[in-house]
């Protein structure tokens, strides 16, 4: 474990809860998933004819994708200024593949940071470590390109690779990503993939020497103190972030024991990038539960978007942003400045709890909606006021004078609340209580 290495500022990241992630790149013209490269063992030369050659994302209209994220409620980005298969969104001095070098002729990053600055929007920048396209990086068996080679093609292919050429080359390119673009609040590195037993060997794996993660570390903190970094570097200690990616956690993330910082990254279907024919997309409501789930176990939540190769959120990913909006647009003090609720409050059943300790306001989000009351437990007498968030309704408690008969089930600490019988007509309704 790295000891006292530095660290970012997560203040305002945990304040903000929720931002959107954008994968964008040539595989968004393949439209079946980011990794096809790998997939399918396309070689370099093949992608290059097929995607690079014609990369054109004529509709890219970086406004409306910075104004679609702001109205959803989201408050940072996170976008791919380079994937896995090796392809710069912007005009990276340090190579030809990049975006200016398309039909789209231009650094398609620059109006993106600009536009989502432009609606206050913090910024990140993902960077993949994998290239599948860098003439020195190490081609391994486990995430490499060609993975359906054999190991005879593969030394073949990696006679003259020098690792540590491509790791000076990630450092250049990361250089530049955090001086030609203002502040950087968010750098998220991916992935490693260390082979314990040949930690020197990377055509088995690759880890912090095959990244040279201490080195990149400690220029990204030179270069930029405060920019909050994910946890992919394998360089223990150096990270501000957990990134749990396509599961939740079932309660605050922790390592050593420790509660983290950390942030969950869901996609709106399953795939990454762009993918035309999945139908395994999440419905709204799906979604804002798990916005929602997050924040009541202290986290953050880095929803993706994957644009076309025109350069267009499709018609599924709107609909999704739109009404994750209208909801954040009565519910977004249930989520801002919030975390878990402290243990003494007890969550009931198909609910979750979030809490501003900042305003002593506790809010209770019903995934399901109760019969005529709820009950909440280590509550009584700490409620000055209540009520439904979405239209600030009054809520009474306390017990009504038939339900003393069952009183006695109840807990000395119980509070209880009286509900319409009818749930408000938003995806998740959200009660909000004013604690004394
Ligand atoms: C992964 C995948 C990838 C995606 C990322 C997002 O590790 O390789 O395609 O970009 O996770 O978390």
């Known amino acids: 474990m790295e000891k006292n290495l530095p660290h970012g500022d997560t203040e305002w990241f945990v304040n903000d809860r929720f931002g959107m992630f954008i994968h964008w790149g040539l595989y968004s013209m393949g439209a079946r998933h980011e990794w096809l490269m790998n997939k399918e063992n396309i070689p370099v030369a093949e992608y290059e004819r097929r995607y690079f050659q014609r990369f054109d994302p004529d509709l890219y209209n970086p406004e409306a994708w910075a104004r679609a994220a702001a109205d959803a409620g989201m408050k940072y980005f996170v976008v791919t200024t380079k994937h896995h298969e090796g392809f710069c ?59 359906g080679c054999t190991e005879k093609e593969r030394a073949k292919m990696n006679q003259g690779r020098v690792q540590a050429r491509y790791a000076e080359y990630m450092r250049g390119q990361v250089r530049e990503l955090l001086t030609g673009f203002g502040q950087v609040d968010v750098l998220w590195f991916d992935f490693s993939y260390p082979d314990k ?75 990454w990038g762009y993918h035309r024919d999945e139908d395994s997309w999440r419905s709204t409501d799906e979604l804002i539960r798990t916005l929602i789930d997050c924040v009541s176990k202290g986290g953050n939540l880095l929803l993706n978007v994957g644009p076309t190769g025109r350069g267009e959120f499709d018609a599924r990913a709107l609909d999704r942003l739109s009404g994750i909006g ?53 509550l009584k007498d700490r409620v000055e006021y209540a009520q439904l968030l979405n239209d600030s309704s009054e809520l009474q408690y306390g017990l009504g004078e038939w339900q003393h008969q069952i009183g006695d089930r109840l807990g000395n600490s119980t509070l209880t609340l009286r509900l319409p019988a009818r749930k408000p007509d938003v995806a998740v309704p959200v009660i909000e209580l004013f604690l004394k």
Request: charged share 25%; hydrophobic share 35%; aromatic share 14%.
């Open 89 to 147: 969104l912007w005009d990276s001095k340090l190579t030809d593949y990049k975006a200016p070098n398309t039909p789209a002729k231009r650094d398609l990053l620059r109006p993106l940071v600009e536009a989502f600055r432009g609606q206050g929007l913090k910024t990140g920048f993902y960077y993949s470590l994998i290239d599948w396209h860098h003439p020195h990086f190490v081609i391994d068996n486990r995430i490499g390109p060609y993975r």
């Open 326 to 378: 209208e909801w954040m647009k009565r519910h977004n003090r249930a989520i801002y400045g919030c975390t878990a609720a402290p243990h003494e409050f007890k969550t009931p059943e198909h609910c979750r709890l979030t809490w501003n300790p900042g305003t002593k306001r506790l809010y209770v989000h019903l995934f399901a909606w109760p019969y005529g009351a709820l009950h909440i437990d280590g």
């Open 197 to 271: 037993e040949h930690p020197n060997d990377f055509t088995k794996g690759k880890n912090r020497n095959a990244w040279q993660s201490k080195k990149l570390y400690q220029m990204v903190r030179e270069l930029q103190p405060s920019v909050v970094v994910d946890d992919r570097l394998d360089l223990p200690g150096a990270w501000d972030v957990k990134t749990p990616e396509q599961w939740q956690p079932r309660e605050w993330y922790t390592v050593e024991g420790q509660r983290v910082v950390w942030e969950a990254c869901q996609t709106l279907s399953g795939s």
